[in-house]
């Protein structure tokens, strides 16, 4: 054993080195977020953002004061700085000539007045959580106009020091030792025109011809004249004024006569007919042009010139993101593991390791937050499998639970050991939500769960996942992993871009998140409270989200996209008509707390409808997150998990329990309280879940609730849910089902009186298939129950029944 190497590594959160580049690069954007973004301390984001809008008041007074007393002071501050007893002229005094000298003469001139600017929309953007302008742009423009100012204003007044500054004088010596006068102001001509072209796209059209500038002319005339710009006005609280929002095209009114539409002749609009010859007819061809209900590529960027791209939060403007503030810090987030504990759970894996006759290489430990992963080397001509049989005989000599063996480690050619820390770390929420790999995640819906076992952040994209199943026994931490999922999305996305359908059959889970009602949450036409408790209304909103979801696949063909995202984007870029139906779609993700209930309760009902969903949700923004504490294979189906990739097991009480989850076994060896191993398709990663207790849940949702939401709630599609008649005494035609007639129809047609014909053609469940059997047979339409025989049909044909429900409906 003394030939064993044995390193510990402890592996510190790894930062990506690889990020998407966007389209349209900015030099100063990415700087200018970092600055903004470190600052996650609410108390010193204010302090600094004070100090800059202060500062900036201070550089405007000191600047404007320095134009009249800078021949006076410039012998004062260069001499005579220490001396209390000179006075200068400027407003802000000796400090204010030397930061006014230094910017002015000895730095841009004049053009050091755009300082102020930049400082006072940097302090107002950290101290206000609110853009005046966007910064990006706001420094490209500003830093490129100091510096050309500068030369410019040296070039036109040399003899002026304080226009250009020392810069601009020094700038113009060399410029005009290389290039001349006249090439300086070449040069300066030249930088103008092509920071115009590269920003504005400053068009060189000056010389068109005149013809046709006066068909353009026309043109546009026509075009005012058939174009109804719409106003739309979005209802808001008393509190504000409303909000207007721009739709994102216009349609033209094209007023052209259908060909059955009857036009009107009058004097003005008709000719005295021309004789005709005898023998002769008159014959003409009138050509029409064809009619576009689209505009151009370069109307359309005309228009977003003019109104700028769509923005979806906008109508709530003033909404925050939650402070990370609202979280807190538990236990020591430094480990507790010590070297005494490594090197005994080492021996100890070498001792048992020997005592079977398996020599080992080298072994290395990697910290984790709860569990330390001890990776071997075994020497050649060892099996793995005969390491992997020893998992009981590790765990009894360790004394512990919750060993876990990796036979062999994807990607290395090593063998993992995981053996549970004494001291468990706890992995707070606030560590999670304020990594870096977390608030820089490019994703859609990027959801953060806590830690591996290397400490590195686990995130991952909901949206390509795409749907989620969570299992695991009582009291393992399924519910705060449900909280985790949802506080991430609520750290990261507006309320215009996402909304919940919560299912909480325990009515105590997620009560919680009934606060961002307005914000939030969607749900039916016509109910009380968002947050679904009751089985009847959970299956009416699955099958309100297949309605929304058929609606959703609608408007992608017609806008003819593929998925959410290029949907939205051709949305927003103003291409996609709202008066066609056009809308930006937010994602909307369903949580179901504990689907055994519903399975138990409601069976294909439910079934069926998550299905559909599961299969063909993803590419339109609907995604499902299943979670129960039965993982037994009556629940979670072969429909269920073959829609289903992504998957999270908490600790289950069996290895069956963990290969009906995982398809693999591992769960039954976690340690609980958030242990979990996260599959994704192929591997298995071992994640310890980020701790959100439930005040910092309730202070989440008291902060979103507390700012103004929508006037309304998110509405889903109504479905025509099961009617609530009876089955027995005299047909009352009130009570009667919404699908009453066209059940009808469909048993005439087949001259069958079956439900289980009703459920296969109109796709209802049994419950309300036999109602509706019921009422027809009170209504006099099929005979009585024949036991195993299907019922008689006493109507013959469908003229007979449409006569028979019109005297129905008459009484």
Same mark, same amino acid.
């Given at each position: 054993?003394?030939?064993?190497?044995?390193?510990?590594?402890?592996?510190?959160?790894?930062?990506?080195?690889?990020?998407?580049?966007?389209?349209?690069?900015?030099?100063?954007?990415?700087?200018?977020?970092?600055?903004?973004?470190?600052?996650?301390?609410?108390?010193?984001?204010?302090?600094?953002?004070?100090?800059?809008?202060?500062?900036?008041?201070?550089?405007?007074?000191?600047?404007?004061?320095?134009?009249?007393?800078?021949?006076?002071?410039?012998?004062?501050?260069?001499?005579?700085?220490?001396?209390?007893?000179?006075?200068?002229?400027?407003?802000?005094?000796?400090?204010?000539?030397?930061?006014?000298?230094?910017?002015? =003469?000895?730095?841009?001139?004049?053009?050091?007045?755009?300082?102020?600017?930049?400082?006072?929309?940097?302090?107002?953007? !950290?101290?206000?959580?609110?853009?005046?302008?966007?910064?990006?742009?706001?420094?490209?423009?500003?830093?490129?106009?100091?510096?050309?100012?500068?030369?410019?204003?040296?070039?036109?007044?040399?003899?002026?020091?304080?226009?250009?500054?020392?810069?601009?004088?020094?700038?113009?010596?060399?410029?005009?030792?290389?290039?001349?006068?006249?090439?300086?102001?070449?040069?300066?001509?030249?930088?103008?025109?092509?920071?115009?072209?590269?920003?504005?796209?400053?068009?060189?059209?000056?010389?068109?011809?005149?013809?046709?500038?006066?068909?353009?002319?026309?043109?546009?005339?026509?075009?005012?004249?058939?174009?109804?710009?719409?106003?739309?006005?979005?209802?808001?609280?008393?509190?504000?004024?409303?909000?207007?929002?721009?739709?994102?095209?216009?349609?033209?009114?094209?007023?052209?006569?259908?060909?059955?539409?009857?036009?009107?002749?009058?004097?003005?609009?008709?000719?005295?007919?021309?004789?005709?010859?005898?023998?002769?007819?008159? =014959?003409?061809?009138?050509?029409?042009?064809?009619?576009?209900?689209?505009?151009?590529?370069?109307?359309?960027?005309?228009?977003?010139?003019?109104?700028?791209?769509?923005?979806?939060?906008?109508?709530?403007?003033?909404?925050?993101?939650?402070?990370?503030?609202?979280?807190?810090?538990?236990?020591?987030?430094?480990?507790?593991?010590?070297?005494?504990?490594?090197?005994?759970?080492?021996?100890?894996?070498?001792?048992?390791?020997?005592?079977?006759?398996?020599?080992?290489?080298?072994?290395?430990?990697?910290?984790?937050?709860?569990?330390?992963?001890?990776? !071997?080397?075994?020497?050649?001509?060892?099996?793995?499998?005969?390491?992997?049989?020893?998992?009981?005989?590790?765990?009894?000599?360790?004394?512990?639970?919750?060993?876990?063996?990796?036979?062999?480690?994807?990607?290395?050619?090593?063998?993992?050991?995981?053996?549970?820390?004494?001291?468990?770390?706890?992995?707070?929420?606030?560590?999670?939500?304020?990594?870096?790999?977390?608030?820089?995640?490019?994703?859609?819906?990027?959801?953060?769960?806590?830690?591996?076992?290397?400490?590195?952040?686990?995130?991952?994209?909901?949206?390509?996942?795409?749907?989620?199943?969570?299992?695991?026994?009582?009291?393992?931490?399924?519910?705060?992993?449900?909280?985790?999922?949802?506080?991430?999305?609520?750290?990261?996305?507006?309320?215009?871009?996402?909304? =919940?359908?919560?299912?909480?059959?325990?009515?105590?889970?997620?009560?919680?998140?009934?606060?961002?009602?307005?914000?939030?949450?969607?749900?039916?036409?016509?109910?009380?409270?968002?947050?679904?408790?009751?089985?009847?209304?959970?299956?009416?909103?699955?099958?309100?989200?297949?309605?929304?979801?058929?609606?959703?696949?609608?408007?992608?063909?017609?806008?003819?996209?593929?998925?959410?995202?290029?949907?939205?984007?051709?949305?927003?870029?103003?291409?996609?008509?709202?008066?066609?139906?056009?809308?930006?779609?937010?994602?909307?993700?369903?949580?179901?707390?504990?689907?055994?209930?519903?399975?138990?309760?409601?069976?294909?009902?439910?079934?069926?409808?998550?299905?559909?969903?599961?299969?063909?949700?993803?590419?339109?923004?609907?995604?499902?997150? !299943?979670?129960?504490?039965?993982?037994?294979?009556?629940?979670?189906?072969?429909?269920?998990?073959?829609?289903?990739?992504?998957?999270?097991?908490?600790?289950?009480?069996?290895?069956?329990?963990?290969?009906?989850?995982?398809?693999?076994?591992?769960?039954?060896?976690?340690?609980?309280?958030?242990?979990?191993?996260?599959?994704?398709?192929?591997?298995?990663?071992?994640?310890?879940?980020?701790?959100?207790?439930?005040?910092?849940?309730?202070?989440?949702?008291?902060?979103?609730?507390?700012?103004?939401?929508?006037?309304?709630?998110?509405?889903?599609?109504?479905?025509?849910?099961?009617?609530?008649?009876?089955?027995?005494?005299?047909?009352?035609?009130?009570?009667?089902?919404?699908?009453?007639?066209?059940?009808?129809?469909?048993?005439?047609?087949?001259?069958?009186?079956?439900?289980?014909?009703?459920?296969?053609?109109?796709?209802?469940?049994?419950?309300?298939?036999?109602?509706?059997?019921?009422?027809?047979?009170?209504?006099?339409?099929?005979?009585? =129950?024949?036991?195993?025989?299907?019922?008689?049909?006493?109507?013959?044909?469908?003229?007979?029944?449409?006569?028979?429900?019109?005297?129905?409906?008459?009484?």
């Amino acid at each position: 054993m003394g030939r064993n190497e044995f390193k510990t590594e402890d592996k510190k959160p790894k930062k990506s080195s690889k990020k998407k580049k966007s389209k349209r690069s900015n030099p100063f954007s990415k700087p200018i977020a970092f600055f903004t973004k470190i600052f996650t301390n609410e108390k010193l984001a204010k302090t600094v953002g004070l100090f800059l809008l202060t500062f900036s008041a201070f550089l405007l007074l000191a600047f404007s004061s320095f134009l009249f007393t800078w021949q006076i002071d410039q012998n004062i501050i260069n001499n005579h700085w220490n001396d209390p007893s000179i006075q200068v002229e400027n407003w802000l005094g000796k400090l204010g000539a030397y930061t006014s000298h230094q910017f002015i =003469f000895n730095g841009f001139g004049v053009a050091s007045f755009l300082f102020v600017f930049l400082s006072f929309i940097l302090g107002f953007r !950290i101290l206000f959580k609110s853009n005046l302008l966007p910064l990006g742009k706001s420094f490209k423009y500003a830093i490129f106009s100091i510096i050309w100012i500068s030369i410019s204003l040296s070039y036109l007044a040399p003899s002026i020091p304080i226009l250009g500054g020392a810069f601009g004088f020094q700038t113009n010596l060399w410029l005009s030792s290389v290039v001349g006068s006249i090439g300086i102001l070449l040069f300066l001509i030249l930088t103008i025109l092509i920071f115009l072209v590269i920003n504005f796209n400053l068009s060189f059209n000056f010389f068109s011809p005149k013809e046709k500038d006066e068909e353009e002319t026309d043109e546009e005339q026509i075009l005012e004249e058939n174009v109804s710009p719409i106003i739309t006005e979005v209802p808001v609280e008393e509190t504000e004024e409303p909000v207007e929002v721009i739709p994102p095209i216009v349609e033209l009114d094209v007023t052209e006569p259908e060909e059955d539409e009857a036009v009107e002749l009058t004097p003005e609009n008709t000719e005295e007919p021309k004789p005709v010859p005898d023998g002769d007819v008159e =014959f003409s061809v009138e050509e029409t042009a064809e009619k576009d209900e689209t505009l151009t590529d370069k109307e359309v960027d005309s228009k977003v010139k003019e109104f700028g791209e769509f923005d979806p939060t906008l109508d709530l403007s003033s909404y925050q993101l939650p402070s990370i503030d609202l979280l807190k810090e538990f236990g020591d987030s430094q480990k507790k593991v010590t070297p005494e504990e490594l090197e005994a759970n080492k021996n100890k894996i070498l001792e048992t390791l020997a005592n079977y006759k398996i020599k080992i290489a080298s072994i290395k430990a990697t910290i984790g937050p709860t569990v330390t992963l001890y990776e !071997i080397v075994p020497e050649a001509g060892i099996r793995i499998s005969k390491i992997k049989n020893l998992e009981d005989d590790i765990a009894l000599s360790l004394a512990a639970l919750g060993i876990r063996i990796i036979a062999p480690i994807p990607g290395k050619g090593t063998v993992g050991i995981e053996v549970p820390n004494q001291n468990p770390e706890i992995v707070s929420m606030k560590t999670a939500v304020a990594s870096d790999k977390f608030q820089n995640a490019n994703m859609e819906l990027p959801v953060v769960l806590g830690k591996t076992i290397t400490n590195e952040t686990f995130v991952f994209d909901l949206a390509k996942m795409p749907h989620l199943l969570m299992a695991g026994a009582t009291g393992q931490g399924k519910s705060v992993g449900l909280n985790a999922v949802l506080t991430s999305l609520l750290y990261k996305k507006h309320p215009s871009q996402l909304k =919940f359908v919560l299912v909480d059959p325990k009515k105590v889970e997620l009560t919680l998140y009934n606060k961002i009602e307005r914000h939030y949450l969607a749900k039916l036409p016509d109910t009380d409270e968002a947050i679904i408790t009751d089985n009847q209304k959970v299956i009416n909103t699955l099958n309100s989200l297949c309605i929304e979801m058929d609606q959703r696949y609608e408007l992608l063909k017609n806008a003819m996209v593929r998925n959410i995202v290029e949907y939205n984007s051709k949305f927003v870029a103003r291409k996609l008509n709202p008066e066609n139906g056009h809308k930006f779609l937010p994602y909307i993700v369903l949580v179901i707390d504990e689907f055994a209930d519903l399975i138990m309760t409601a069976g294909k009902e439910v079934e069926t409808p998550i299905a559909r969903l599961a299969q063909l949700a993803r590419a339109i923004g609907i995604h499902l997150i !299943i979670a129960t504490q039965r993982p037994s294979a009556n629940i979670i189906t072969g429909i269920i998990k073959a829609n289903f990739p992504g998957r999270i097991a908490f600790r289950v009480t069996s290895g069956i329990d963990s290969r009906t989850i995982l398809d693999s076994g591992g769960a039954d060896q976690l340690i609980g309280r958030g242990d979990m191993l996260i599959s994704q398709g192929n591997d298995l990663t071992r994640v310890q879940c980020a701790f959100v207790d439930t005040p910092e849940v309730e202070a989440i949702c008291d902060f979103i609730g507390g700012q103004r939401g929508y006037p309304e709630v998110f509405t889903l599609p109504e479905y025509v849910g099961e009617s609530a008649s009876g089955g027995s005494g005299t047909f009352d035609g009130e009570d009667k089902d919404a699908l009453f007639d066209d059940a009808a129809r469909i048993l005439v047609q087949h001259q069958q009186g079956s439900a289980s014909l009703l459920q296969r053609k109109m796709k209802i469940g049994y419950n309300r298939a036999g109602r509706i059997i019921d009422q027809m047979e009170e209504a006099g339409i099929i005979g009585p =129950f024949e036991g195993s025989k299907a019922r008689q049909v006493l109507i013959s044909d469908l003229d007979t029944l449409e006569q028979f429900l019109k005297d129905l409906g008459n009484n």
